[in-house]
């Protein structure tokens, strides 16, 4: 994607990930939901 912004061109690209960014990025979103839920529960009590 291009865009021309008053004579200044700027180009996005799509970033290629590889098979270990995804599983990272899979593996923290899941330690982020189990905090999210302890924390939660800790506040119950």
Do not use: A, G, P, W
């Amino acid at each position: 994607m291009t865009l021309n912004i008053l004579f200044m061109s700027i180009t996005i690209k799509k970033r290629n990930r590889t098979f270990e960014e995804y599983d990272h990025d899979h593996i923290v979103s899941k330690r982020y939901e189990e905090n999210k839920l302890r924390q939660e529960s800790v506040r119950l009590f």
